[in-house]
Structures are given as structure tokens and as C-alpha cells.
């Protein structure tokens, strides 16, 4: 067994559940509204794991995060998006979406902080420690992961990743999507520390990559 298997098209029909029952037409509740900068002094993994892409990567771009119920929209507007200069909330009859753009600049600090420290969530580290890079998204081939032949990893923090990703982006969409910075398709792959953590909670992994340089563009985990 190979640990990547491409997908041709038409060869296999990749169904992903949709589990999101709450496609509403109805018009949305928009409103803007002012968090509370953290007053903590360190930062959580879920912190990390959405602050460090906007050190690495796009500073300019907007956190999307689905929520489903009041508990979860507390701990987002408390535990990231205070973290934020700007948020919006997007609600649904039966669901949210909080917007998040602009980190602060304390917060920007913090992470470059842990970073230099070492003081990074490995996971986070893993996949978001280096600069991202352009991407041509105009073609791609995909391949299946057989997650067999990746060794898990104990990591405790993939718990606590895992329930608040499962619990969001993958209710409402079926599946949580990864983009790594400079991860390329190769026996390597195996070896990243988040993959082994992901391996070990998830069902099924997908890479979507660039057939020119080999670069992964998005990693699909259900």
C-alpha cells in the first residue's frame, strides 16, 4: 500500500456528509461588535492555531468561524476574537458566523513571542511555521491518504483542537480544511507532527496539490 493514492476523475466519487441541515435563506442578523482585548498572558491553543497563519501568512485576510450554539460563540468572541480589532456576527435561525480580521497589536506580539521562545503549540508549529507562499490554484491533483501507514502521535492539545474543529468548521461543512505553508507531496509528509495528530483522530485525509512544483495546497480531513 502506497501512501498516497490519486484520485482520477470519475475513478472515485469522494461523498462528504454534509451535516450542516441549516441552509437558511432567510435574511441574516448583522451586527458588528467591540471585543475585549485578552487579558491573559499566555496563549491558548486555539489562540495559536488561528493567530499564527496572520503572522505567517495573509495579515489582511478574515477568519471565518461557524458557530452552533451559545457556548461555542462565547468561547470564539472570548478565546480568539479577543485577539481581533474587528468582529462581525452573521446569525442564522439555527447557526452563526463570526467574522474576524485585524490582529491586534498586543496579540501580534504574544505569538511572535511563543514562536521565538519555542513556546509554540507543536501542532500550530508544524503546520503554520513557515512563510506561506503564492499558490497557482488553476490546476491540481488529488490524492487519498492512507492514514494506516501514518504513525499516531499522543499529543495531548489535538483533543482540544479536535472538539472545537469538529464542532464547527466540520458540522457545517462535513470536513475541515488545512493549509499548510510549504508542505510538499512526499514520503515526508507522514513525519509532520500535525499529521500524525489529525491521523489520529480523524477518518479520512486528502491533499490537493500542485502537479507543477509538488506543493500541498489544502489538506481535507473528516
Not at 174 to 202: I, M, N, T
Request: hydrophobic content about 40%.
Amino acid at each position: 500500500m502506497k501512501l498516497f493514492e490519486e484520485i482520477l476523475n470519475n475513478q472515485e466519487q469522494t461523498t462528504i456528509e454534509n451535516n450542516n441541515k441549516t441552509t437558511i435563506f432567510d435574511r441574516p442578523s448583522i451586527k458588528k461588535i467591540k471585543t475585549n482585548e485578552s487579558s491573559e498572558n499566555n496563549l491558548s491553543v486555539l489562540a495559536q492555531f488561528f493567530l499564527l497563519p496572520f503572522e505567517t501568512g495573509d495579515s489582511n485576510a478574515v477568519l471565518h468561524i461557524p458557530v452552533f450554539d451559545e457556548d461555542t460563540k462565547v468561547q470564539v468572541l472570548q478565546e480568539i476574537g479577543s485577539h481581533f480589532e474587528e468582529c462581525t456576527i452573521v446569525e442564522y435561525k439555527e447557526q452563526a458566523q463570526i467574522m474576524l480580521s485585524k490582529v491586534r497589536g498586543i496579540s501580534k506580539r504574544f505569538i511572535e513571542k511563543v514562536m521565538d521562545s519555542g513556546e509554540i503549540n507543536p501542532i500550530v508549529y508544524s503546520l503554520y511555521r513557515n512563510n506561506s507562499v503564492g499558490i497557482n490554484y488553476s490546476e491540481e491533483k488529488e490524492y487519498k491518504v492512507n492514514i494506516e501507514l501514518i504513525q499516531r502521535s499522543s499529543e495531548k492539545s489535538i483533543i482540544e483542537l479536535w472538539t472545537f474543529l469538529n464542532n464547527t468548521f466540520i458540522r457545517e461543512a462535513g470536513e475541515l480544511v488545512l493549509l499548510p505553508h510549504q508542505w510538499y507531496l512526499g514520503e515526508a509528509f507522514k513525519d509532520y507532527l500535525a499529521v500524525r495528530c489529525f491521523a489520529s483522530v480523524c477518518k479520512s485525509m486528502r491533499v490537493s496539490v500542485n502537479p507543477v512544483d509538488k506543493a500541498i495546497m489544502y489538506i481535507s480531513i473528516s
